[in-house]
């Protein structure tokens, strides 16, 4: 009787090298924990082989495709071509091994759980097949998963460690919404290994992070806006000030934004359905006007330092507001007709609640990556080739200009930029980050820059806007008729 770990991992493949032993026959294997088919197979044959790899259950050969949502491996043609000159049928066995909870396959580093604790080993032959290629496609189906759950494909390496363990070598994953598939170049035992890359402590921590951050981010972006008003009442100039006002409405964007999700997951725990849709439409409306405000500050950016001409735009400022605040009005008016938002939860592997709150809910999730996700990656890919072009010219700037003043003024002109660049840009961009290995890394360094945008600004504006001694008010902006004609800071 096997009793370890350790035993059953060196069992397996043996008993995987005897089912395709020359003494047994064709037949089907339906034990506790494993059920396997085995089958003789013409090595000539013009078809894939697909079987079923249902739990429980022993795989089935189906046709050259697959019909529902059904776990299943397609042996490719070529597999069997390769070997047509050695014999003229091969034995093809597939064992769908059930590990349970005591351990088997266990890795020393694994944090994942294997999806229905189901593994799927191929043997063709006896043979010791690698390096395939046209893959051996593994299509393990499965629910809607959380969008924190990190899907990996795998095999049991007996080379990796004392025991072994799993490696990812000569397998590539490809995620669907309800399956994934997994496409190896090589035959052994495989599994799905499922990480949520948010547990439910991870979870409370990066909330809590979150309320403190965006608690202070709404003071400071409160007290930003007073100190706009207070420069416009004392000093008449501040009021052209366009590049100013552009500061103040994405400040505003940034303080409501804070605010609707301070107000959120209150919001939740009162169970009323009208509410909740309320404040998720609120907080969607919210987040884009953010966006739209970050790219209308590209926008600035690329009149101020690199379209540097005089332009005249008649009520400039008022159609920036229609984009900055009517854009984002409309698109949630359209996803709000079609029901996009209520409760939404992520669960961990356990079946436990890590995140709850009023968002777009899951059913209508597809409105997340495209008006969240595209949208943003479309404005930051923006916001990077402004960079990208302000820092060209700055360079150029400073290796041009003849006096040592005229080059700290250049530098400090550029520092303003780059700063502000990064600010409402490149925060947000660590979103998508947080997928993968550095997954938690990434979403801590995300909730705390950006749950504290908002003082960030106030500093960046005090240092840019406030009175310096021999100065009032001297800023970058264009003038009440709307020229644009410096791009300093100073």
């Known amino acids: 009787v096997l009793s370890t770990p350790s035993s059953h991992c060196s069992f397996w493949p043996t008993f995987e090298e005897y089912l395709t032993g020359e003494d047994v026959p064709e037949d089907v294997i339906d034990i506790n924990r494993a059920k396997a088919r085995v089958q003789n197979v013409s090595t000539s044959t013009a078809h894939d082989l697909v079987f079923t790899l249902t739990p429980n259950e022993v795989p089935k050969a189906l046709g050259t495709s697959v019909k529902g949502n059904v776990s299943n491996i397609k042996l490719p043609r070529g597999l069997f071509q390769s070997i047509h000159n050695e014999t003229a049928y091969v034995k093809v066995a597939v064992l769908v091994l059930d590990v349970g909870q005591v351990g088997l396959f266990k890795d020393p580093d694994q944090t994942g759980t294997m999806l229905d604790n189901v593994m799927v080993s191929v043997k063709v032959g006896g043979r010791q097949i690698a390096g395939l290629n046209d893959c051996v496609e593994l299509t393990f189906s499965h629910g809607l998963l959380p969008p924190n759950v990190a899907r990996r494909c795998v095999f049991w390496d007996t080379k990796k460690g004392q025991r072994g363990g799993w490696n990812t070598s000569g397998c590539l994953t490809e995620l669907r919404d309800r399956e994934t598939m997994c496409c190896c170049d090589h035959l052994t035992f495989f599994t799905l290994l499922m990480n949520p890359s948010l547990d439910n402590v991870t979870a409370q921590a990066l909330f809590t992070i979150a309320d403190v951050g965006c608690g202070i981010s709404l003071v400071f972006s409160a007290l930003t806006l007073g100190l706009y ?145 595209s949208y943003f990656g479309l404005i930051l890919l923006f916001n990077t080739l402004v960079l990208a072009f302000v820092a060209w010219k700055l360079f150029i700037l400073q290796h041009t200009t003849a006096g040592k003043e005229e080059k700290i003024e250049a530098w400090k002109g550029g520092l303003t930029v780059l700063g502000l660049s990064c600010l409402l840009g490149a925060t947000w961009g660590l979103a998508f980050f947080t997928y993968g290995a550095m997954s938690v890394p990434a979403v801590y360094l995300f909730t705390v820059l950006n749950s504290l945008q908002g003082l960030f600004i106030f500093i960046w504006f005090a240092v840019l806007y406030y009175p310096k001694k021999d100065a009032t008010t001297s800023s970058s902006s264009s003038g009440k008729n709307g020229k644009v004609t410096t791009a300093s800071h100073s």
């Open 229 to 373: 008003f207070a420069l416009r009442f004392a000093y008449k100039k501040f009021k052209s000030n366009d590049t100013a006002k552009i500061h103040v409405n994405l400040t505003s964007s940034l303080l409501l934004l804070n605010l609707a999700y301070l107000l959120n997951r209150r919001i939740f725990s009162l169970g009323h359905t009208g509410l909740c849709k309320g404040i998720g439409g609120f907080t969607h409306y919210c987040l884009l006007c953010c966006f739209t405000w970050m790219a209308i500050e590209a926008f600035q950016l690329y009149l101020l330092v690199i379209k540097v001409t005089n332009i005249y735009m008649r009520h400039y400022v008022v159609k920036l507001c229609l984009v900055g605040w009517g854009f984002p009005a409309l698109v949630v008016t359209i996803t709000g007709s079609m029901n996009s938002y209520g409760k939404y939860t992520i669960m961990d592997m356990a079946n436990r609640t890590t995140v709850a709150l009023c968002w777009i809910d899951s059913a209508h999730f597809m409105v997340h990556y495209v008006t969240n996700c």
